[in-house]
């Protein structure tokens, strides 16, 4: 047993832990505590902390929370004596050149989170050179975002339901200037509970929305290559491999990831989502095959704490992690990474 005296910094470092722990405990028994400045914050995870502290605990449940066991399994190589210069983080999707391949997904009804919602969500993604994938379910109108917005912006809308309708909704977005529309399969709007369940996407449906659009439509919700396989026979012009958040129920996105890219051989891009939280995350999902992941929940986590500049500083922090990976692996430009990157290790559950 060690008989090391415990230092000044130690003792200051419990007294502050002992502090915030009693600060967030309210009188009526309601999480609560010191904000800790934004600058203090270190990864992605200690935002979500931080939006614990800024939400009641019933809002906070509803973006809380990762599913972070399957990156625990999957291992990076390092290099050394590897050249890092120049390190380049710009990949192109739909002839759109994007500083880094990350993009902040879909959320509904952001005003939950914080009173500026969308608006605060887009002018944080803006300075932080981010496209945005605006929600059906937004707490603002799809113009009004469109019309602040300063970085590129794509619409999301659900498969269910009446096409004409939907097809009506997704015109809508793209003359308020949405780029691209990602169609949501698998689930339909929500309220703050979880999305029900809808049978499997009629394809058919699914034509008649894309038909004679002139933005590139996504779909979004695709967890198996024959569905893959069918979205390309529809006509779609990318894929999001995704779980809709329904985590421990459904395969997490990342472990699929590959046997889609497989079937979809290139036809069209693979994007992904599913608890990216580290740039190794990331290089992991580049290297399955992916063009680019989609951050949903920590931006709306540093929405709620911070509002506008935590959603930069929460893109921001993901894509310097991103290109300090980058340099650990010995790749500094996005398109030379690989599935040789990456061993998977046997599930410590197995």
């Known amino acids: ?14 007294a502050g832990r ?9 009188p009526h028994g309601e999480l609560r505590g010191r904000m800790p400045p934004a600058a203090e914050l270190v990864n992605l995870l200690e935002f979500d902390e931080a939006a614990g502290i800024a939400l009641a605990a019933a809002v906070h449940a509803v973006i809380s929370g990762s599913d972070r066991e399957p990156f625990d399994y999957m291992t990076l190589w390092p290099r050394v004596l590897i050249d890092s210069a120049p390190l380049n983080l710009t990949t192109e999707l739909f002839g759109e ?17 914080h009173p500026e919602g969308e608006l605060a969500t887009v002018q944080g993604a ?16 799809i113009e009004e975002i469109a019309a602040k917005a300063k970085t590129t912006i794509w619409h999301q809308a659900y498969s269910g339901g009446d096409s004409n309708a939907v097809r009506a909704q997704v015109d809508r977005a793209v003359k308020a200037g949405c780029r691209a529309v990602c169609l949501t399969v698998g689930t339909q709007p929500v309220n703050p509970s979880r999305a029900a369940a809808l049978p499997r996407p009629n394809w058919r449906a699914i034509e008649r929305i894309r038909e004679s659009l002139n933005v590139p439509v996504l779909l979004k919700g695709v967890m198996t290559p024959d569905d893959a396989t069918r979205a390309i026979e529809a006509g779609v012009n990318g894929i999001v491999v995704s779980n809709s958040g329904a985590s421990g129920a459904r395969p997490a996105p990342i472990t699929v990831l590959p046997t889609i890219v497989d079937a979809v051989g290139g036809k069209v891009p693979v994007l992904v989502d599913g608890s990216f939280r580290r740039g190794s995350d990331v290089i992991k999902a580049l290297a399955f095959g992916a063009r680019a992941v989609l951050l949903a929940r920590p931006p709306i986590w540093g929405l709620a704490a911070y509002g506008a500049s935590g959603v930069e500083l929460v893109v921001k922090m993901l894509q310097t992690d991103l290109a300090r990976q980058m340099i650990i692996v010995g790749r500094p430009m996005i398109q030379n990474i690989d599935r040789a990157l990456v061993t998977i290790h046997r599930r410590a559950s197995s």
């Open 126 to 141: 803006a300075a932080a050179k981010a496209t945005v994938v605006v929600s059906a379910d937004s707490s603002i109108q």
């Open 1 to 14: 047993m060690s008989t090391r005296p415990t230092t000044r910094r130690e003792l200051l470092s419990l």
């Open 18 to 26: 002992w502090s915030r722990q009693a600060q967030r405990v309210s």
């Open 97 to 113: 050149k994007m500083f880094a391949p990350i993009i902040v997904g879909p959320v509904g009804n952001q005003k939950r989170f």
